[in-house]
């Protein structure tokens, strides 16, 4: 460690890195030695455990008190040391915590959840895995490290997504997340790569920090000017564009969203967890570190994008029939909240609220696993045709599963943000900032704040409509089929406890001792970059009382509607249904237009390979193979025959001569006969 | 008066028997009969050339020297015929081949 940090420090970060680091043992441990052991679940469990506490040791020493910064020279490029270390700020404590503390239940309740599953053992390896990734990545002080740690939550993510792996649909999720990613990944790996250029290092704390480069740079002229030296303003536009991708494909923003709606192929459980603490907070927590590079242009089109996704996202979860659909189209929506909040400058609230939203968040998918796992036992008992997800076959399992309806209750109230629950204090905390933001812009930007209000009403709606069709009415399931036999419930200890233990967490006190005023939540006095926090215009009155008002209204429409259908119903054939249905058309739209032109240009490019390159290939091996047909008969009949003409001759000659030799007297009596008579004929002749 | 182309005449006629002898018989016998026939026709030019040498009966002479000489080798060259008699039990010149390839 760098020997120049106190003891106390040192410490911290010792403790910090056995944090990260234990994961990444559990996931060793089980790879080498347990094998397929059932030991495995609880070797992860132990670890993630562990972490969670070294992490609120960590987080309780450093948070609201200084900046840890260690760091040693990792290696050197010419000139260029590169470091490696640890930084700890508010933002990387705020993270590791977060992340062990939804890590912990999530393993808990996936020791019972995947307990009769064959990849028990592997599930955990990947488990493991991705937590480490995800630890690491928030505490990481360089660029390179954070980099490689981003493509190990991507590859851990495509392990996980793609779990059971003989399902088709699943192979096909997890490749489709793994592509989104790696275009997010592009933009990372560019906008590093120019963030290098420009200040000649890998360092965060020296780039990002409050005496940082990018503080003490400047956009004059169309130059990009830093203390080393001025680039054109273009490629600060093109890095804070890569950030803005990998953002995107991480935190599944608008136009790159459509991967974690299929993401739901994965164990509930990891869907849990992705959704909550480790894949999509690493899109806003690279938001939260990059925070500086962004000037107000760039802020304002991240507003809009944030506020589109999730307005999108929103209308989409009102028309879909899968439970665990509806709830990845919500954390969309949500995570357009967080980015929006960025936008618009609430940076704690956009922490906040990924931190209030990975409780209820994760609550809520916990809830949905348990439902499955139920719907999939009566399916399995009774050999019908159904899939275990749909809402439509699900309700009145308030009262089969208790425990479980008051956890989704009390998560799904959180989502819509009512008072006295998490979500109420971080969520319109981002509403007032934006429309404390939008005073004074642009008319259209006006619009942002109002879209972002209807949003949480929407909200309000799908949140309700999702718990009246799977907890209230009868069991539609039931009802279509009266003779089959059903036994259900909360299930033991691994899925209560984390669900009690979340519920807890998505109250108001958690964060706040105020249950109404989002100003007061500890988490927001973290960060110093908030100027909000004073209750300068009305804004901070009308709006929380607007949106619940609402929200309560529209919610008890929705539970009228859905529980006594008797009154009226919503038409299932219209344009908008439609389009909300079929989720906007993007993704129609991404294979009509870019999977078909990909697909079309490899088709082209494997028959340009199969008939040009392989042709020219082809047609030398066939000019190759003639030469040589050419030259064999050349050597076959040309310089072969020649030989053999010789061979014959003196083969002709020797017969010829050897007739003669041939072992009777008379013969050679006979020969010698013949000679003198010829040489005497010719004599004769010639005389 | 006979002059000496009746001799040569009678000479050649000896030579050509003996030849025709030698080249056709399959006796070893008969081929050494042919052989004598055709020394007999080589003595008998001898004796009939003799008459122009200056030297009297020096033609003669020689053909009694030739005689014994034919004598001698025939006596040689019965022992052959009777040796290879012994080892191939046969006296027909073209089974005696054993030096073919």
Same mark, same amino acid.
């Given at each position: 460690?760098?020997?120049?940090?106190?003891?106390?420090?040192?410490?911290? /970060?010792?403790?910090?890195?056995?944090?990260?680091?234990?994961?990444?043992?559990? @996931?060793?441990?089980?790879?080498?030695?347990?094998?397929?052991?059932?030991?495995?679940?609880?070797? *992860?469990?132990?670890?993630?455990?562990? *972490?969670?506490?070294?992490?609120?040791?960590?987080?309780?020493?450093?948070?609201?008190?200084?900046?840890?910064?260690?760091?040693?020279?990792?290696?050197?490029?010419?000139?260029?040391?590169?470091?490696?270390?640890?930084?700890?700020?508010?933002?990387?404590?705020?993270?590791?915590?977060?992340?062990?503390?939804?890590?912990?239940?999530?393993?808990?309740?996936?020791?019972?959840?995947?307990?009769?599953?064959?990849?028990?053992?592997?599930?955990?390896?990947?488990?493991?895995?991705?937590?480490?990734?995800?630890?690491?990545?928030?505490?990481?002080?360089?660029?390179?490290?954070?980099?490689?740690?981003?493509?190990?939550?991507?590859? *851990?993510?495509?392990?996980?997504?793609? &779990?059971?792996?003989?399902?088709?649909?699943?192979?096909?999720?997890?490749?489709?997340?793994?592509?989104?990613?790696?275009?997010?990944?592009?933009?990372?790996?560019?906008?590093?790569?120019?963030?290098?250029?420009?200040?000649?290092?890998?360092?965060?704390?020296?780039?990002?920090?409050?005496?940082?480069?990018?503080?003490?740079?400047?956009?004059?002229?169309?130059?990009?000017?830093?203390?080393?030296?001025? /680039?054109?303003?273009?490629?600060?536009?093109? =890095?804070?564009?890569?950030?803005?991708?990998?953002?995107?494909?991480?935190?599944?923003? &608008?136009?790159?969203?459509?991967?974690?709606?299929?993401?739901?192929?994965?164990?509930?459980?990891?869907?849990?967890?992705?959704?909550?603490?480790?894949?999509?907070?690493?899109?806003?927590?690279?938001?939260?570190?990059?925070?500086?590079?962004?000037?107000?242009?760039?802020?304002?089109?991240?507003?809009?994008?944030?506020? @589109?996704?999730?307005?999108?996202?929103?209308?989409? =979860?009102?028309?879909?029939? $899968?439970?665990?659909?509806?709830?990845?189209?919500?954390?969309?929506?949500?995570?357009?909240?967080?980015?929006?909040?960025?936008?618009?400058?609430?940076?704690?609230?956009?922490?906040?609220?990924?931190?209030?939203?990975?409780? %209820?968040?994760?609550?809520?998918?916990?809830?949905?696993?348990?439902?499955?796992?139920?719907?999939?036992?009566?399916?399995?008992?009774?050999?019908?045709?159904?899939?275990?997800?749909?809402?439509?076959?699900?309700?009145?399992?308030?009262?089969?599963?208790?425990?479980?309806?008051?956890?989704?209750?009390?998560?799904?109230?959180?989502?819509?943000?009512?008072?006295?629950?998490?979500?109420?204090?971080?969520? $319109?905390?981002?509403?007032?900032?934006?429309? $404390?933001?939008?005073?004074?812009?642009?008319?259209?930007?006006?619009?942002?704040?109002?879209?972002?209000? %209807?949003?949480?009403?929407?909200?309000?709606?799908?949140?309700?409509?999702?718990?009246?069709?799977?907890?209230?009415?009868?069991?539609?399931?039931?009802?279509?089929?009266?003779?089959?036999?059903?036994?259900?419930?909360?299930?033991?200890?691994?899925?209560?406890?984390?669900?009690?233990?979340?519920?807890?967490?998505?109250?108001?006190?958690?964060?706040?001792?105020?249950?109404?005023?989002?100003?007061?939540?500890?988490?927001?006095?973290?960060?110093?970059?908030?100027?909000?926090?004073?209750?300068?215009?009305?804004?901070?009155?009308?709006?929380?009382?607007?949106?619940?008002?609402? *929200?309560?209204?529209?919610?008890?429409?929705?539970?009228?509607?859905?529980?006594?259908?008797?009154?009226?119903? %919503?038409?299932?054939?219209?344009?908008?249904?439609?389009?909300?249905?079929?989720?906007?058309?993007?993704?129609?739209?991404?294979?009509?237009?870019?999977?078909?032109?990909?697909?079309?240009?490899?088709?082209?490019?494997?028959?340009?390979?199969?008939?040009?390159?392989?042709?020219?290939?082809?047609?030398?091996?066939?000019?190759?193979?003639?030469?040589?047909?050419?030259?064999?008969?050349?050597?076959?009949?040309?310089?072969?025959?020649?030989?053999?003409?010789? =061979?014959?001759?003196?083969?002709?000659?020797?017969?010829?001569?050897?007739?003669?030799?041939?072992?009777?007297?008379?013969?050679?009596?006979?020969?010698?006969?013949? /000679?003198?008579?010829?040489? @005497?004929?010719?004599?004769?002749?010639?005389? | 008066?006979?002059?000496?182309?009746?001799?040569?005449?009678? #000479?050649?006629?000896?030579?050509?028997?003996?030849?025709?002898?030698?080249? #056709?018989?399959?006796?070893?016998?008969?081929?050494?009969?042919?052989?004598?026939?055709?020394?007999?026709?080589?003595?008998?030019?001898?004796?009939?050339?003799?008459?122009?040498?200056?030297?009297?009966?020096?033609?003669?002479?020689?053909?009694?020297?030739?005689?014994?000489?034919?004598?001698?080798?025939?006596?040689?060259?019965?022992?052959?015929?009777?040796?290879?008699?012994?080892?191939?039990?046969?006296?027909?010149?073209?089974?005696?081949?054993?030096?073919?390839?």
């Amino acid at each position: 460690m760098n020997p120049t940090l106190p003891y106390n420090d040192a410490q911290t /970060v010792t403790l910090a890195i056995i944090a990260v680091v234990l994961p990444f043992a559990a @996931f060793v441990v089980n790879f080498l030695l347990l094998g397929k052991s059932k030991a495995s679940g609880w070797v *992860s469990t132990l670890a993630i455990l562990a *972490s969670k506490v070294l992490a609120a040791n960590v987080f309780f020493k450093v948070w609201d008190n200084h900046t840890i910064h260690a760091q040693q020279v990792w290696f050197t490029i010419g000139a260029t040391k590169v470091q490696a270390g640890i930084l700890l700020n508010n933002l990387s404590v705020l993270m590791l915590l977060l992340v062990s503390v939804i890590a912990l239940p999530v393993h808990i309740y996936s020791t019972a959840y995947m307990k009769d599953d064959e990849g028990y053992s592997r599930y955990f390896r990947y488990l493991s895995l991705f937590c480490f990734s995800m630890l690491a990545l928030v505490v990481v002080d360089n660029l390179i490290l954070l980099y490689a740690f981003w493509e190990v939550v991507g590859f *851990s993510s495509y392990l996980l997504i793609g &779990f059971w792996f003989t399902r088709e649909s699943a192979i096909m999720a997890n490749k489709k997340a793994f592509i989104m990613n790696r275009i997010g990944d592009i933009g990372l790996l560019i906008a590093i790569l120019i963030l290098f250029v420009q200040y000649r290092t890998f360092d965060i704390e020296q780039i990002f920090g409050n005496k940082g480069s990018i503080v003490n740079s400047v956009i004059t002229n169309g130059q990009w000017i830093s203390r080393l030296g001025s /680039v054109p303003a273009l490629w600060q536009y093109i =890095a804070v564009g890569g950030i803005f991708l990998a953002v995107a494909a991480k935190s599944a923003q &608008f136009p790159l969203h459509t991967w974690l709606p299929d993401a739901m192929e994965g164990p509930t459980s990891v869907s849990a967890l992705i959704h909550a603490a480790t894949m999509v907070a690493a899109g806003v927590f690279l938001l939260g570190r990059f925070y500086p590079m962004f000037n107000g242009t760039e802020l304002t089109i991240l507003a809009i994008i944030g506020c @589109f996704t999730a307005f999108m996202a929103a209308t989409i =979860a009102l028309t879909q029939n $899968d439970l665990k659909r509806i709830l990845a189209y919500s954390t969309i929506s949500q995570l357009g909240f967080m980015v929006m909040a960025m936008g618009v400058g609430a940076y704690s609230s956009s922490l906040f609220h990924l931190a209030t939203h990975a409780f %209820f968040k994760c609550l809520l998918f916990l809830v949905a696993g348990i439902v499955i796992h139920q719907m999939k036992h009566i399916k399995d008992d009774n050999n019908l045709d159904i899939d275990p997800q749909n809402i439509l076959h699900m309700g009145g399992l308030r009262k089969k599963l208790p425990l479980t309806f008051i956890a989704a209750l009390i998560g799904g109230l959180a989502l819509v943000g009512l008072p006295l629950t998490s979500g109420y204090l971080s969520k $319109d905390g981002i509403l007032i900032q934006a429309f $404390d933001w939008s005073d004074g812009k642009a008319d259209i930007l006006k619009l942002v704040p109002y879209v972002a209000l %209807f949003t949480s009403w929407l909200t309000a709606f799908y949140v309700a409509r999702l718990i009246v069709k799977v907890f209230f009415g009868d069991f539609r399931l039931q009802k279509m089929n009266p003779q089959i036999h059903i036994h259900m419930g909360d299930g033991g200890w691994q899925y209560k406890v984390p669900l009690v233990f979340l519920a807890i967490c998505c109250l108001f006190p958690v964060f706040s001792y105020s249950p109404v005023f989002y100003e007061d939540a500890w988490l927001n006095k973290g960060f110093a970059k908030v100027n909000f926090l004073a209750r300068e215009n009305m804004y901070h009155y009308i709006i929380p009382v607007l949106v619940n008002v609402l *929200s309560v209204v529209v919610m008890y429409g929705a539970y009228v509607v859905y529980v006594k259908r008797n009154s009226w119903s %919503f038409p299932q054939t219209g344009l908008l249904f439609r389009i909300s249905f079929n989720e906007w058309y993007i993704d129609t739209f991404y294979n009509r237009v870019i999977v078909r032109f990909v697909m079309w240009l490899s088709y082209a490019s494997y028959w340009f390979d199969r008939k040009v390159i392989d042709g020219l290939v082809n047609l030398v091996e066939k000019i190759g193979i003639a030469l040589a047909g050419i030259a064999a008969w050349f050597d076959k009949h040309i310089v072969d025959g020649f030989l053999h003409l010789i =061979a014959d001759i003196v083969h002709g000659i020797g017969g010829f001569a050897r007739r003669f030799q041939g072992g009777k007297i008379q013969y050679y009596l006979y020969s010698m006969l013949l /000679v003198l008579v010829t040489v @005497f004929i010719l004599k004769l002749i010639w005389t | 008066m006979i002059n000496l182309n009746d001799f040569m005449l009678v #000479s050649v006629v000896l030579f050509c028997i003996g030849l025709f002898i030698i080249v #056709s018989k399959k006796n070893a016998i008969m081929i050494l009969i042919g052989i004598e026939l055709m020394l007999n026709a080589a003595i008998l030019n001898l004796v009939a050339f003799g008459k122009y040498d200056r030297i009297n009966n020096g033609g003669q002479m020689f053909a009694l020297f030739a005689i014994v000489l034919a004598a001698a080798t025939t006596a040689v060259a019965l022992a052959i015929i009777l040796n290879v008699y012994r080892r191939y039990k046969t006296i027909n010149p073209d089974k005696i081949n054993q030096l073919k390839d």
